[in-house]
């Protein structure tokens, strides 16, 4: 297999990265490769990681120059340009560049021809399915880029890291629209659960009975896992998709949209339902909050199970500065 004789490196640690991250390293080292390299802003974050396969690079020049393969799981584009310019410019000859960030299409699209530039390659490589998808390796993968890149990341990426790959071939924005098509249903769901969970409760009908509706007849991922965080008011971010990732997906969308002359009114609803929620209860919730934001269009109160609201989350900081 080409990957016995590669050099790994990862970049972006955070929810979704730490766990992709995790598994790439498992999967290096039961193939007798090399510990793989990583690096986080955030360096405590990167230095969990060091007493497994893996190797904690100081910079992001130390970490190209180490590497012939480097993963990445970035907050957004801004972000993306900036740490893969910086690794573009170690320079390090047919080094490939591979993204599971959410990305614009037309930012994927830069990075590939800035790579080029460089000698380097870069892939579109985003993925479906939450943190804990991440960290079983159930991921599902879209990819795109060029051909010979493609197929060494197809040799491993699965199972390393996911359950399944789509190909969108050589056109480096494809993967990336595929992602943002993708979440087009995604979120698509969630406003839509918001609604009937909230319609559910607002006629008193038992909202487990309601649970168990969907998970006999809607018995995909995103339905089951989101309509049960809707159904129990958990909308912790600290595991799952924070607000600011969720909107900026719905951005993307509604860009694709307008740049399209195509209406998107489903999200233009989530995105004011989780704009409701931002507003409550902080950028910290996970964006099934979306559901909050509709609650409160409703009459309801935001939250049914913990308080999330901002109110309470000071009066909690409060309490615990005074030892309560
Ligand atoms: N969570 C999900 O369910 C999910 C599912 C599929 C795809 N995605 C996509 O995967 C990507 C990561 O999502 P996530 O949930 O893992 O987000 P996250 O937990 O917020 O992690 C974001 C990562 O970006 C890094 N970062 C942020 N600003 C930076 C900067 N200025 N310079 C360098 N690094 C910076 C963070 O570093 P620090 O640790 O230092 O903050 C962290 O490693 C996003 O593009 C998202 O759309 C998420």
Redesign the pocket.
């Given at each position: 297999m080409a990957s016995k004789s590669y050099s790994f490196g990862f970049?972006?640690?955070?929810?979704?990265?730490?766990n992709m991250a995790v598994n790439l390293s498992t999967y290096a080292a039961e193939h007798g490769l090399p510990k793989i390299h990583v690096w986080?802003?955030?360096p405590e974050?990167a230095e969990t990681l060091a007493t497994g396969h893996c190797q904690v690079a100081s910079s992001l020049k130390e970490l190209a120059l180490s590497c012939d393969i480097v993963h990445g799981?970035?907050?957004?584009d801004?972000?993306?340009l900036?740490?893969y310019r910086e690794l573009f410019a170690a320079n390090k000859t047919e080094a490939i560049y591979v993204d599971?960030?959410?990305?614009f299409p037309t930012t994927s699209k830069a990075l590939y021809e800035e790579a080029q530039k460089h000698g380097v390659h870069f892939l579109s490589c985003?993925?479906?399915?939450?943190?804990a998808a991440?960290k079983s390796a159930g991921?599902l993968i879209a990819l795109s880029g060029n051909d010979d890149s493609r197929e060494i990341v197809k040799e491993y990426i699965v199972p390393a890291m996911g359950k399944g790959v789509i190909d969108c071939g050589v056109k480096t924005s494809d993967g990336a629209l595929l992602?943002i098509l993708g979440n087009n249903c995604i979120l698509g769901t969630i406003e839509l659960l918001s609604e009937s969970f909230t319609l559910a409760e607002k006629t008193g009908f038992d909202v487990n009975l309601f649970y168990d509706f969907i998970q006999q007849w809607f018995p995909a991922p995103a339905w089951v896992n989101y309509g049960k965080k809707i159904r129990d008011g958990s909308f912790s971010g600290r595991t799952?998709?924070?607000l600011?990732?969720g909107m900026?997906?719905a951005d993307y969308i509604r860009r694709l949209g307008a740049e399209t002359s195509t209406p998107t009114p489903i999200i233009d609803q989530a995105w004011s339902h989780l704009t409701t929620a931002k507003a409550i209860g902080g950028p910290g919730l996970d964006w099934s909050s979306c559901a909050a934001g509709m609650r409160v269009t409703a009459g309801l109160k935001p939250f049914k199970g913990e308080d999330f609201s901002l109110d309470h989350q000071a009066n909690d900081e409060m309490n615990g500065a005074n030892g309560n």
């Open positions: 970049v972006g640690l955070g929810n979704m990265g730490i986080n802003r955030t974050k799981c970035l907050a957004n801004e972000v993306a900036l740490v599971h960030s959410t990305l985003p993925v479906f399915g939450p943190p991440a991921l992602k799952g998709f924070t600011p990732g900026k997906d």
